[in-house]
């Protein structure tokens, strides 16, 4: 999941500021070497990923970043990973 909420500790207080100006754009890395390919726009903490999983075993990743417009603030979110397939 990518969540939203913890904004204050990757933006220097934008979202603090700006409550509902933001939101959110998630990057997945699928390891299939494209690297981080966009993933959604949002902005409601919970996103749930609805990619369908690999058939093969695979490590994906992901990271998120604030926009406002089509302008990026802030810093990039730690990069989150979990294995998924069979």
Sequence with gaps: ???TTHAKTTDSGFAARHR????AVGTLDRGDGK???LLAYDSTPGYAD???LPATPAKWKYKAIYRVGDERVGLWSAEV????GA
């Design 50 to 52: 609805t990619t369908p």
């Design 35 to 37: 690297g981080y390919t």
């Design 81 to 84: 990973s979990i294995a998924v």
């Design 20 to 23: 509902g100006a933001a939101d």
């Design 1 to 3: 999941m990518i969540r």
